[in-house]
């Protein structure tokens, strides 16, 4: 009797084991931490909900899949050296980076062909027209070559900016003081926050915090230094139509030098801006705690995935709204041009979302079909709609204002730097900027800032630098100086 | 007799019989000890594959522009470029600062070693051992974030400094004064327990009747000391000493975590240096010739320092 139920056991254990290998299985890394997104409690809806989402089409589909946790520190560099080594799972889920892309294109499926063809999921004729945004905006802003499709994804279909400063608007309201329309408005409100001893603004000088404050000085000051480059290579100006190798030529020919007057103007700007805003600590702030959010500062800089964090937070204890970084104008410096502000953003979506490549090994794995089948799963128009109704920002169609559909003046005020000024072709910023990986610019803008060298110094280390990079960027990349255009006329 | 008559006698077979006697006997001690060779063939294997590999395609690699993938020979571009560095003398002169600090800081463990050796109940020698070993198993990372709250502007330092009556507003990591000597500062009381546990060690295998003799020609404390005990541990302070010149010359790990090398370039060092060139850029062949450059210097100072030791002690 005994071996009886001992063989049964035997058996039934034999026949699950091969049910469960006859089941296919996809393996998919995925950003951030799975576990946490299975328990339902991570910080990041948008990947909650695709992580959710795609579980859902492995049990219609009948498929396992296997997640494959990618902590986001250093997420470039560990799939870009799975990517060369052959070694990535089936489908990789990830923010689109051109970085790790550069002269690698070749090792990812290119899904333009499939784009003309319908979706199974989807209730329109071509798999393209699912969309609410152009497919390839993600990648079209970067380094892809245009039309050609490498990452689809989830995305709120409007034209928003990522970057906006947050405010406390209680703090605001009992110092008398408005939403800055410009950046000398903007360092007013930081002397009347100081005058009540309050510390303005937020920044991380270790952090990526810096970046974003740069950012919108620099694509706002560099402006002409921009026009220059593209008009010399006879680029048409859009998002991101500055190269590194326009880069490189502009750093060679003299166009972008840190004796330049707009170079040395931005690191002006941003001083006053650090003197007058910043906290004192900005260059180690203890990064154990939520300056913001803890009310050690009135406003800080940051993305839209805070939205949902500080909404949700039980530590916020304050009403907050945002804003864009504001405009510099000729109040600021004679050499504002700008008539608006050069932003970090997605046009029509696409840039905002998840999105998802598939390594070309898939294809040699014969898993590709399932990997499209599950791609195009994510990205059919009603899969984007449900996955878009769990966003911290409220799924606004591109035609429409977001006033028409959001009307609690609450959530206006938080949401308002998102959407004011709008995000066109036009506002998104160009790749102009500190051309060096490891941010030579805002290294030695630390050292600048607290008095250790002059601005002239900080101009001339800054050239040394650039030309050092620019040097070593030829080589590496290969590419042909011969065949650059011809030095502007001084 | 001289080269070419050497290889003359090779080729014409007049040293051959001593020769295979001699490879016969090295062959027979080989397959008479057959299971050692073959226990050690799997770890001399992993070796080579995981360490001398990587090693020799990091030589190779420092003569390229090699981004992973692709690669191109370029000479000797990247060691100029990394010896063209503004930022070089820098780098080196906090790397020299911070080999200058860990070698003295060396005298703590050498000196928490010798007082629990001196302690004379057991137990108490057995529980202080446990309470220096005891830090090892809290995870790295823990140290870091401590150490980075300690150093902040509203921190455990400032906050010591404040109650002291000073009123400190340094923001330790974020003042190109004080961040490298924060750095170093950094595991204060620096009592590194596997450092201290070589030190006892040394200690404990001083032989007893040698103290004895020493007491009975009446030797002081200090005596006893400097001129017994210390110069019994000396093989021990000569490794340790080695290997602190290695892990500095190598580390880049504080400044990574603590301040990426800043602010500005202020706790910049080589190795991290590298660590961007690789992670950052892309960079591997570049990154690879600062490994070599590493190499050499550690090879180098390791040399001198031997070199020294062996002086010393003639």
Redesign the interface.
């Known amino acids: 009797m005994r071996k009886l139920a001992f063989l049964t056991c035997l058996m039934l254990l034999v026949v699950s084991f091969g049910v469960a290998s006859a089941q296919e299985t996809l393996t998919i890394s995925f950003w951030g931490n799975v576990q946490e997104y299975a328990e339902g409690n991570s910080d990041n809806a948008a990947w909650e909900a695709s992580y959710n989402l795609i579980n859902q089409w492995a049990e219609e589909k009948g498929v396992a899949v296997e997640f494959i946790s990618q902590p986001i520190d250093g997420i470039y560099d560990r799939i870009r050296t799975q990517l060369i080594s052959g070694t990535l799972p089936d489908v990789v889920a990830m923010y689109p980076s051109n970085s790790f892309l550069t002269g690698n294109l070749d090792l990812l499926v290119n899904l333009t062909p499939y784009m003309s063809q319908p979706n199974p999921y989807g209730s329109f004729d071509t798999w393209s027209e699912e969309f609410w945004y152009d497919q390839s905006v993600g990648l079209r802003d970067t380094a892809i070559p245009a039309g050609e499709v490498y990452f689809v994804g989830n995305s709120l279909p409007s034209n928003i900016g990522q970057l906006v400063i947050f405010y406390n608007t209680e703090v605001f309201a009992e110092a008398g003081l408005e939403r800055p329309d410009t950046f000398a408005d903007l360092l007013t409100t930081c002397d009347a926050l100081n005058a009540q001893g309050i510390t303005p603004m937020f920044n991380d000088g270790t952090g990526p915090f810096f970046g974003w404050y740069t950012l919108p000085i620099v694509e706002g000051l560099y402006a002409p230094i921009t026009t220059q480059i593209l008009s010399a290579w006879g680029v048409e100006d859009a998002p991101f139509a500055v190269t590194g190798e326009m880069l490189a030529w502009a750093v060679q020919n003299g166009v972008l030098s840190g004796s330049n007057e707009y170079v040395l103007e931005s690191a002006r700007i941003m001083n006053e801006l650090a003197t007058r805003c910043w906290n004192t600590d900005w260059q180690a702030p203890d990064t154990s705690v939520d300056y913001f959010l803890t009310n050690r500062t009135a406003m800080t800089i940051n993305g839209f995935w805070m939205l949902g964090l500080y909404g949700n937070s039980e530590d916020m204890n304050f009403d907050f709204g945002t804003f864009a970084f504001p405009l510099i104008t000729e109040e600021s410096t004679p050499l504002a041009t700008l008539p608006f502000v050069r932003r970090w953003g997605g046009v029509e979506g696409g840039e905002i979302g998840n999105s998802y490549m598939i390594p070309a090994t898939t294809e040699a794995n014969g898993k590709l079909d399932l990997a499209i089948d599950l791609l195009q799963y994510l990205t059919a128009r009603t899969t984007n709609d449900a996955w878009c109704a769990t966003q911290p920002m409220p799924c606004i169609p591109k035609d429409q204002s977001v006033d028409e559909v959001v009307t609690d003046p609450v959530q206006q005020t938080q949401l308002f730097g998102f959407y004011n000024p709008t995000m066109s072709n036009d506002t998104a910023i160009r790749g102009i900027g500190d051309p060096t990986p490891d941010g030579v610019f805002n290294r030695l803008f630390m050292t600048y800032n607290s008095g250790t060298i002059t601005l002239e110094e900080l101009g001339e280390q800054v050239q040394t630098e650039w030309e050092r990079w620019a040097e070593r960027a030829i080589i590496d990349n290969g590419w042909d100086t011969s065949t650059w255009p011809a030095a502007p006329a001084s | 007799m001289s080269n070419f008559s050497v290889a003359q006698a090779d080729l014409d077979g007049k040293d051959v019989p001593a020769r295979s006697a001699s490879r016969s006997s090295l062959l027979r001690a080989i397959w008479k000890n057959r299971i050692l060779y073959l226990l050690l063939s799997p770890t001399i294997i992993g070796m080579i594959v995981f360490q001398y590999y990587p090693a020799l395609t990091a030589f190779w690699g420092s003569f390229h522009?090699w981004?992973?993938?692709?690669a191109?020979f370029?000479g000797l571009?990247n060691y100029e470029?990394f010896l063209?560095?503004?930022r070089l003398l820098q780098s080196w002169v906090n790397i020299f600062l911070l080999l200058i600090f860990n070698l003295a800081s060396l005298a703590m463990p050498l000196l928490i070693a010798y007082l629990i050796y001196r302690l004379p109940n057991a137990a108490h020698r057995y529980w202080y051992r446990v309470l220096v070993v005891l830090p090892i198993i809290a995870p790295g990372f823990v140290f870091i974030?401590l150490w980075?709250?300690l150093?902040?502007?509203?921190?455990g330092i400032n906050i010591i400094l404040r109650a002291l009556g000073v009123d400190s507003?340094v923001?330790?990591?974020?003042?190109?004064d004080t961040?490298l000597g924060s750095i170093m500062f950094m595991g204060f009381p620096w009592i590194e327990a596997f450092t201290v546990l070589i030190f006892l060690a040394g200690f404990i295998a001083i032989p007893s009747e040698m103290l004895d003799a020493a007491a009975v020609d009446g030797a002081t404390g200090w005596q006893r000391f400097f001129r017994i005990e210390l110069p019994q541990v000396q093989g021990q302070l000569k490794v340790l000493v080695i290997l602190t010149f290695i892990g500095t010359v190598q580390d880049f790990g504080r400044a990574l975590f603590m301040?990426?090398?800043?602010?500005?370039?202020?706790t910049m060092v080589p190795g991290l240096r590298m660590y961007?060139a690789f992670?950052?850029?892309?960079?591997y062949?570049?990154a690879s010739a600062i490994g070599v450059i590493l190499f050499i210097v550690i090879l180098v100072l390791t040399l001198i320092n031997q070199r020294l030791i062996r002086s010393t002690e003639q």
């Not at chain 2, 150093?151 to 921190?155: N, P």
């Not at chain 2, 923001?171 to 190109?176: I, M, P, S, T």
């Not at chain 2, 992670?279 to 960079?283: D, K, L, R, S, V």
């Open positions: 522009s981004d992973g993938r692709r191109r370029v571009f470029f063209e560095d503004p974030v980075r709250w150093f902040s502007l509203d921190g507003q923001v330790w990591l974020g003042n190109a961040a301040t990426r090398g800043g602010p500005g370039y202020a961007n992670t950052q850029e892309n960079a062949g570049y």
